[in-house]
């Protein structure tokens, strides 16, 4: 058994154990603020009310896109996707970060390896740019992924951008880019990272064979 795969069960068994209290505490506060609007609608606007339930949808939209992201990818790989699947759980757990992002897919449907390449290299970016970049993905084709930043402040982690021109793992000190590193070898794809400046940034993922 691969170290890879050995994570990857190990991520399921916590993933699991963790989604289930945190689905029912976002299912109990939704079914508290339906009774609150019919007897109490004041509590609503309460700030100690309106923190624990944007909480509890963080830690639920967190648990959601670390579980796609680390607990299976290996098997099913090259599995169909629903774009609309992806775009959620990537909105979701976006919209409690610092970076924007927008798609452009014309396809109804994406491969299960792009759309992990993309969530793990989305976690990437959150540590690199700081807040205001804008992501932009789009499936070029069924083959070829590409992301683009535009990251208007211009600042970066240097030591991240480092790590991602690095093709040895062993080589490459940020654990999530080495992590992303691997997929795309086990994937047996391609990446290629070009930057312009530090404020426009494009990463381009594409099958090797």
């Not at 040895?168 to 999530?176: C, F, G, H, L, M």
């Amino acid at each position: 058994m691969s170290n890879l795969d050995l994570f990857s069960r190990l991520s399921r068994k916590i993933f699991h154990d963790l989604i289930n209290p945190a689905s029912a505490a976002l299912n109990g506060m939704e079914l508290l603020k339906y009774n609150l609007a019919n007897t109490d609608a004041q509590v609503l606007k309460d700030e100690t009310f309106q923190l624990l339930d944007m909480s509890i949808k963080k830690i639920t939209a967190q648990i959601t896109f670390f579980r796609f992201c680390y607990s299976d990818p290996i098997n099913e790989k090259d599995e169909n996707l629903s774009i609309n699947f992806i775009n959620n759980i990537i909105h979701d757990y976006i919209g409690f970060t610092r970076l924007k992002i927008i798609n452009q897919f014309d396809h109804e449907n994406m491969h299960k390896k792009h759309a992990l390449l993309l969530a793990n290299t989305i976690i990437v970016l959150q540590s690199l740019f700081p807040q205001g970049a804008e992501i932009n993905y789009e499936l070029i084709d069924r083959d070829a992924l590409t992301i683009r930043i535009k990251n208007p402040t211009g600042k970066i982690n240097a030591e991240i951008l480092q790590d991602f021109h690095i093709r040895e793992s062993d080589d490459i000190k940020n654990i999530q880019v080495r992590y992303l590193n691997e997929l795309i070898n086990i994937y047996e794809m391609k990446q290629e990272l070009i930057s312009q400046d530090d404020k426009k940034i494009s990463i381009n993922l594409w099958n090797a064979n």
